[in-house]
């Protein structure tokens, strides 16, 4: 079966713009959490989505939003982007209540911002 | 405030030796606990886990310990090979919020030939 899949792979953004990245879960998962990686701070929690709606959220500022569509791909969006926005942000997805079991992650988009 | 830690950045053993990977985590409501394995330019993927009602899991050369009295766990690789070099993730998750699991900076494991 097709894994989660992430697009773009990598992007260079301006200090000041706006992002936003997409996933697309395994067929029949319903939840996607999104992760920022960093070097030293590994993967920090953005947010969860189940059934178009955010049910859990990690302690990142507004800037940083996501959504769901009916289909369970996801977005996430970073507006005003800094240059500590520079990172790499992985998608993962799983059937309902078992992220801790069955996490799949795509391969992530890489960040830039210059 | 970083719930799961993970002290050693980067590990070197070598090849054939065992590989002893360390975390401690401090939210005593953790019940559920990971591990991941990352190589660069790929997402991370599941290598092994652990109920809090146990204190050790074993699937092939990779075995998860847990003391949950010291909120620790580690893995272990026996023996250790090279393509065994990639980042280690620890993970912890809640029984109530199975879908939010909270993730340790990682360790570097390099297995030398």
């Known amino acids: 079966k097709a894994g989660v899949t992430q697009t773009p792979r990598y992007l260079i953004k301006t200090r000041g713009q706006q992002v936003t990245l997409s996933c697309s879960p395994i067929s029949g998962h319903r939840s996607v959490s999104w992760y920022q990686q960093t070097p030293g701070q590994g993967l920090q929690f953005l947010f969860e989505y189940f059934s178009e709606t955010q049910r859990n959220k990690g302690n990142f500022p507004g800037r940083f939003s996501g959504r769901q569509f009916s289909n369970s791909r996801s977005e996430m969006n970073v507006s005003t982007l800094e240059l500590g926005d520079s990172a790499l942000y992985l998608c993962?997805?799983?059937?309902?209540?078992?992220?801790?079991?069955?996490?799949?992650f795509g391969s992530g988009t890489r960040l830039t911002v210059v | 405030d970083q719930q799961v830690k993970q002290n050693s950045p980067s590990l070197s053993v070598q090849e054939g030796r065992i590989s002893i990977l360390n975390c401690d985590y401090t939210n005593s409501m953790f019940d559920y606990f990971l591990w991941y394995k990352k190589y660069p330019a790929e997402g991370p993927t599941f290598l092994i886990s652990?109920?809090?009602?146990?204190d050790k899991n074993e699937d092939g050369r990779f075995t998860v310990f847990l003391n949950k009295s010291a909120k620790h766990l580690s893995l272990h690789i026996v023996p250790s090979q090279p393509g065994d070099s990639a980042v280690y993730f620890c993970?912890?998750?809640?029984?109530?919020?199975?879908?939010?699991?909270?993730f340790g900076p990682g360790t570097s494991l390099s297995v030398i030939p």
């Open positions: 652990i109920s809090s009602i146990k």
């Open positions: 993970a912890a998750s809640v029984k109530t919020s199975y879908d939010k699991v909270i």
């Open positions: 993962a997805s799983s059937l309902v209540g078992q992220g801790a079991y069955g996490y799949t």
